[in-house]
């Protein structure tokens, strides 16, 4: 990557508040190979990246997602944004400990995150994991989202 490739993928970084931040890792645990920043305010745009993103900070908690591209990555997560008593939160995981699929905001739909494939295998909402049947991203969060 070019130094002017780098300034402008990670512009966000520089016009923003690190609070209002996303920060995308080729890095199950955030500690290395910072592939994107997203900022709230920036309506979804990313910068497109070769990697993967395998994790995904947030005010300083690392989560482990579900490798994916950085734009799925990044649609799918905007949900952290929303304050933590209306976040609901979609893992691959029965213990919620990893393969985090999702974050939506409670009652603002689940179109916004777009087509998930992933089956949703357990739910966190207000720092509770619950294991729930095993189902489709779509057919959880229309039961659980809201």
Not at 17 to 44: E, I, K, M, Q, T
Not at 75 to 104: K, N
Not at 113 to 121: K, T
């Amino acid at each position: 990557m070019t130094g002017e490739q780098a300034c402008e993928q990670f512009r966000p970084v520089v016009t923003h508040n690190a609070n209002d931040l996303l920060w995308f890792y080729h890095s199950d645990s955030c500690s290395s190979d910072l592939v994107g920043v997203l900022g709230r305010y920036s309506g979804g745009n990313v910068f497109p990246s070769r990697q993967d993103a395998w994790a995904v900070s947030y005010r300083d908690k690392c989560h482990n997602i579900s490798d994916t591209s950085l734009e799925n990555a990044a649609r799918r997560m905007q949900g952290l944004f929303a304050p933590e008593h209306l976040q609901v939160l979609y893992y691959h995981s029965d213990r919620c400990s990893s393969d985090l699929i999702a974050v939506t905001e409670r009652s603002r739909g689940c179109d916004d995150v777009g087509p998930i494939s992933e089956g949703v295998w357990g739910i966190s909402r207000d720092g509770v994991c619950s294991d729930v049947d095993d189902s489709t991203f779509a057919s959880i969060c229309n039961r659980f989202g809201n």
